[in-house]
C-alpha cells in the first residue's frame, strides 16, 4: 500500500543554519508562540554496543514533530493528554529554566506513528525543549537538551544537528559525525507496535556482549563511510547492524528486505531496532527511486506501507513565531 507524502509541512520545514542557531536569542514577548520542528527517523543506521555502552546513529527522515510553546503569567500548563512524555519533558525543562512557577501551552503537530521506530518521542520531546527554552529567552544547546531528555527516555540522536553517534540511555558518549550524505530511504512500515520503554527495560547485556564485534565494525564502517563519503560502507554499515540485530528483535520482514535490496542494487537496508520499521537506503542519483519504491510496494503485501523520503539533519528548525496560545 502506497502512503501519501506527508503533509507539506513536515515536507517543506524551513530550516536554519547551525550558525543562525546558535545565536543568543531574547526573550520573546509573553503572548508570543515559539515553533520548533524536530525530524523523525526510520530507525537507525547503527545501534548497539560501542566499548560496553549502549550507542545508535539515528537515521533522520524529512518528516518533523512541531511543537508550539507560549508561557502565560498564570494558571499551570496545558499540555495534548496524549502526550505524557511530552508533559514530563516539559516539567524537567522547567526546572532546569527555573520557571516551575509559570504557566502557559503545549501543543504538538505531528503524524509521526508511534512505537515503530519513527523516534516521534524523541520529536515531541526534543521540540518541546528547544521552543521551551527559546520561549523563556534561552539558547538551550543540543547537549542541554538531550540531558534533559534522556531524564524522561532513551532518546534518539536527532536531537544533535547533522548525523551523532549517541549514547541513548544515559548520554555519556556523543560524537558528531556530520551532514547527512545525500541518500533518499525508501520506507517499510508493516503496522505495530513496540513498547519501547518496556523493550529498553529488558536486560540484552548477554547478547550485547555476543554481538560486540559485528557493532564495534559497524560502527567504525559507517565513521568510515561518512568521513570518507563512502556511501557502500554506509550502506554495508546499516545493513550489518540490522542482520546482527535478530539476535535481539527477530524482524521476519528483515529477510525479504535484503532480497529487494540486492535485486534493486539498494546501498543496504537500516532498521528499527526497537520497533518494526526498515528501510532501504538508496542514491537517487544513481537510481530510480520512483521505480523501487513502487517495486517494494508491489512486492510485499497491502498490511506493508511504502513510501521514500530523503534522509536529512538531525537538530531544531526554528519557525516562524506568532502571538497567541496554540490551538488544536
Known sequence: MMLPEPPASHMSTPRVSRQAADTATPEPPADEVVRVALPGTCGELVQGSLDGEPCLISCPLGWYSIAAVRFQSCGGWTVPTQAPKTRAALHTGLAYLGRTASGGCVHLHTELPRGRGYGSSTADIGATLYALGRAAGRRLTPQEVARLAVQVEPSDSTLFPGLALWDHRSGHVYEDLGAPPPLTVVVLDPGGEVDTLAFNRLDHRQVLRHLAPQHREAFSLLREGLRYGNLEAIGTAATLSATAHQA???????????????????????????????????????????????????????????????????????????????SG
Open 248 to 326: 535481539i528483535l527477530a524482524n521476519p520482514l528483515l529477510e525479504p528486505t535484503l532480497s529487494l535490496a540486492h535485486d534493486v542494487r539498494a546501498l543496504g537496508v537500516c532498521r528499527a531496532h526497537s520497533g518494526t520499521l526498515l528501510g532501504l537506503l538508496l542514491d537517487p542519483r544513481h537510481v530510480d527511486v520512483a521505480r523501487i519504491t513502487a517495486l517494494a510496494a508491489q512486492r510485499f503485501t497491502s498490511a506493508v506501507t511504502v513510501f521514500n523520503l530523503p534522509l536529512v539533519s538531525g537538530g531544531p528548525r526554528f519557525l516562524t513565531s506568532s502571538a497567541g496560545c496554540p
